[in-house]
């Protein structure tokens, strides 16, 4: 191999090392990878920039801007209050995911995700379930929805635009629906059977009833009338009489990381953890303030709703301390206490770094509360029947996305085009605001789409693509195409759940194509697998956002994905095998 090659390489597993540790965001993983591959020669500069203009990252765009205009709007709302009258946890599991995998084939999957995220956990509050039991089929009906059809999900749009760059012809709107329909109803069929027994019963995070999603931290401070006074925190005995566990006393400047035998002063600031429900009456019994409330004290009158917010995947929330997101003067939100899965946090919450998952609980103003709602950095972790949706914006939105569906799948327009003009006049109608787009596209999407393609690009001009074809080829021998279609399948779900589905695309399709010529066959049916080995990650919480939602909010391990995971990717890839070459034949 060339030292380019070479070069390419190491480009490659570096930014799988960097995709797999999650300590830097994947658009500037990208960017990274980008920045190597033009300093070295590698690809030139338009063609370093040809990414950004590419028919896939347009129509990723516009999708995201559709799907927003569906979810402000309030078309799911029917729906969502129609799941609501259901009683029963088995029920509420196959409606959710009856419901979501049809829309997950025309809506972003996180979009869906969460809007019927808060709904689930009320439901199962209300009826005494674990979470567990609901959420990860949830997410995982979104992925089988999303590749349902080509503009399910933005690595089915990936991956037409990049076999047409290898001369394929482009894939119809619903060539993935009659496979994707078969392996929907074979992974619901699973996971209420087998996947159901697989299941966690009981999880850290089930809601106890008032709706407290875990343990809290909050700050209280000692004022001049609260009996605590002068006792030691050891003889106050919180945890036997409230329930709440001290991990810190803050005077002055100074931090007393064991503070059980300090006696409390005026003015002193108590770090505690426990249920929200236990920290109100030990605060109230004990005369205390809330340190973050008497900050952001209001001199007015306005009605304040309690409300959970989740820092979402994807958030510019993540990495950042409170006072710097600016909920206070942005939502007139004040923070009174966070939660964090699997951790105890320790520092004041003004200083604490916020993480994907973070469960903040905030007092808010009512006015405040439809806004951020419509905020993709939080999950508003409760019901939604207050949001001020007009059904006439509801149908007009509906309408708009049937009419790009239409003109998209009729051929009438280029599906980018086609999209486009649904976000514009989505746009024009009101069914978001000037700004909301803006807001709502995932932007890091768009950068490690337009940064990410070159990369496929140098493993084609550097031969790379040649020399793995070559090694698998000696792998699989004279076994057949089935043989080198599942090889493939497995690769693109191994790369997958490493580095997410995009970079696994665009890795993946030329190699697929190369391999395809080698075993004698239409690179078509291997293109097609890869695409849906792509978009059905099931084994990692890492591997697609719809499960790290699912992860954080549901309390659950990394090996519970992996116990019900695998056996349903061993599901898909067994029908595939059989399905693919059937659908688009090896010699046609």
Not at 196 to 218: E, F, M, N, Q, S
Not at 344 to 366: F, I, Q, Y
Not at 384 to 402: C, E, F, N, T
Not at 483 to 495: F, H, N, R, S
Request: glycine share 8%.
């Amino acid at each position: 191999m060339s030292w380019q090659a070479w070069a390419t390489v190491a480009i490659i597993v570096g930014a799988m090392a960097l995709f797999a540790s999650e300590k830097v965001r994947i658009d500037l993983v990208a960017l990274l990878a980008l920045a190597a591959l033009v300093v070295l020669g590698i690809v030139t500069p338009e063609e370093a920039l040809s990414g950004f203009s590419n028919e896939a990252t347009v129509t990723v765009a516009a999708m995201f801007a559709l799907s927003l205009g569906i979810e402000r709007s309030g078309a799911l709302e029917p729906l969502t209050r129609l799941l609501m009258r259901i009683r029963k946890p088995w029920l509420l599991t196959l409606a959710m995911m009856l419901a979501i995998a049809p829309l997950g084939a025309f809506v972003k999957n996180i979009a869906l995700v969460a809007t019927f995220l808060p709904l689930a956990l009320r439901v199962c509050q209300r009826t005494g379930t674990s979470p567990a039991r609901v959420l990860m089929p949830m997410a995982y009906a979104a992925q089988m929805g999303g590749v349902c059809t080509l503009i399910g999900t933005s690595s089915n749009l990936l991956t037409d635009s990049l076999a047409q760059k290898h001369g394929l012809p482009p894939f119809g709107v619903f060539e993935f629906t009659k496979l994707g329909a078969l392996l929907a109803v074979a992974g619901m069929a699973y996971l209420m059977t087998i996947g159901r027994r697989l299941l966690p019963r009981k999880i850290d995070a089930t809601l106890p009833d008032g709706g407290d999603v875990g343990k809290y931290v909050t700050e209280l401070v000692v004022g001049e009338d609260s009996p605590l006074l002068g006792t030691r925190i050891a003889d106050a005995q919180l945890g036997d009489k409230y329930g709440v566990y001290p991990l810190e006393l803050l005077r002055g400047e100074r931090r007393m990381w064991s503070p059980r035998e300090q006696q409390l002063a005026i003015g002193d600031v108590l770090l505690v953890r426990g249920d929200w429900d236990k920290i109100e009456d030990f605060q109230r019994r004990a005369r205390l303030r809330n340190a973050p409330e008497q900050h952001y004290a209001r001199v007015d009158d306005r009605s304040r709703v309690l409300a959970e917010l989740m820092v979402a995947p994807g958030s510019p929330a993540e990495g950042r301390r409170l006072a710097e997101i600016g909920l206070d003067w942005r939502y007139r939100a004040t923070v009174l206490a966070v939660h964090r899965r699997g951790q105890v946090l320790r520092d004041k919450l003004s200083n604490t770094d916020l993480a994907v998952g973070d469960v903040l609980l905030a007092l808010v103003d009512e006015g405040g509360m439809p806004k951020l709602r419509a905020d993709d950095a939080f999950i508003v972790l409760s019901e939604r029947d207050d949001a001020r949706s007009s059904m006439r914006k509801a149908w007009l939105a509906a309408a708009i996305m049937v009419a790009v569906v239409v003109a998209s799948g009729l051929h009438w327009l280029p599906i980018p085009i086609a999209a486009l003009c649904g976000a514009t006049a989505m746009a024009l109608t009101g069914c978001f605001g000037r700004k909301d787009v803006y807001e709502g596209i995932d932007w890091k999407i768009i950068i490690l789409l337009g940064a990410i393609l070159p990369l496929g690009l140098a493993i084609e001009k550097t031969g790379l693509s040649t020399v793995v074809v070559q090694g698998a080829m000696g792998l699989v021998g004279s076994h057949g195409p089935l043989a080198a279609l599942l090889m493939v399948y497995l690769l693109t779900a191994l790369l997958t759940e490493l580095m997410g589905h995009n970079p696994s695309v665009v890795l993946m399709v030329g190699i697929a194509v190369t391999v395809a010529h080698a075993a004698h066959a239409d690179p078509r049916p291997f293109v097609v697998a890869v695409a849906f080995a792509a978009a059905t990650s099931f084994a990692t919480p890492v591997g697609y956002p719809t499960n790290t939602m699912v992860y954080y909010a549901g309390g659950y391990r990394f090996t519970d994905f992996m116990k019900v995971g695998i056996p349903l990717i061993a599901l898909f890839c067994a029908l595939s095998m059989w399905l693919i070459p059937e659908l688009w034949p090896f010699h046609p």
